[in-house]
């Protein structure tokens, strides 16, 4: 049923026309992955390569993006990728707010379809779907749980490429992601046996906030008078 949807949402992107970008684009680029991958990654727009290929990251920034999986024990293959607008941008400018509108709702039906147990966003513009507000460079490389599934924002590769400070930082907040991924299995797992997904620790303090406090003892001994606090 998941590849069906997937491949019913292709098909739609490749006929789009919901917005401006498919007049100068040669085709779509709905995004590529097995219909249960763990990771989802979107990225923000097609470019030259991905545009003439109709596949996502098959550039410079591609390959980068498979060095880096290669070095976490994963290939391409195993995780979805796609991005927040479906057709190039001209001269690959950043996407405007209503293409990414127009291309919203195909996204949420491949997160839907997929129901990724972790969604990395490559990039400013997939990171503000998921926190608008928010800066990357306060926030990368740190999952946070949205609807329920944690979202884990990222550099993107192409930042990487052209400014080498960010590189090894990039490289970083790959290495975290098998902890990532084992953490929502688990709480996926719990879930599914009708637990609260919450880590053994954070159970521990929300039931020590909703138990009853202690009732002390019976004694004989007068009560101590009380103590002056003082002011200063």
Do not use: W
């Not at 637990?195 to 004989?220: M, R």
């Amino acid at each position: 049923m998941a590849q069906a949807e997937l491949d019913v949402i292709a098909a739609e992107v490749r006929a789009c026309r919901r917005c401006k970008l498919y007049r100068g684009a040669t085709q779509g680029v709905p995004g590529e992955g097995p219909a249960g991958a763990e990771i989802m990654f979107i990225g923000e727009g097609p470019g030259f390569h991905e545009d003439q290929q109709g596949r996502p990251f098959v550039g410079a920034s591609g390959k980068f993006l498979e060095e880096m999986l290669a070095g976490i024990g994963l290939t391409r293959e195993q995780v979805f990728i796609a991005n927040v607008v479906k057709h190039r941008p001209p001269n690959n400018r950043d996407p405007e707010p209503d293409e990414i509108a127009a291309c919203a709702g195909f996204l949420d039906r491949q997160i839907a379809a997929i129901n990724p147990l972790l969604i990395v966003t490559l990039g400013r513009y997939s990171m503000r779907k998921f926190f608008p507000n928010a800066s990357i460079s306060a926030i990368h490389g740190q999952p946070k749980l949205v609807d329920g599934r944690p979202v884990v924002p990222m550099f993107h590769p192409a930042a990487a490429l052209h400014q080498q400070s960010l590189r090894q930082t990039l490289l970083d907040d790959f290495k975290k992601l098998p902890r990532f991924v084992a953490r929502a299995r688990e709480r996926r797992e719990d879930i599914a046996r009708g637990g609260t997904g919450l880590p053994p620790s954070a159970n521990a303090t929300a039931s020590a906030a909703t138990a009853p406090a202690p009732v002390p003892p019976p004694t004989d001994e007068p009560p101590a008078p009380p103590t002056q606090l003082s002011l200063f």
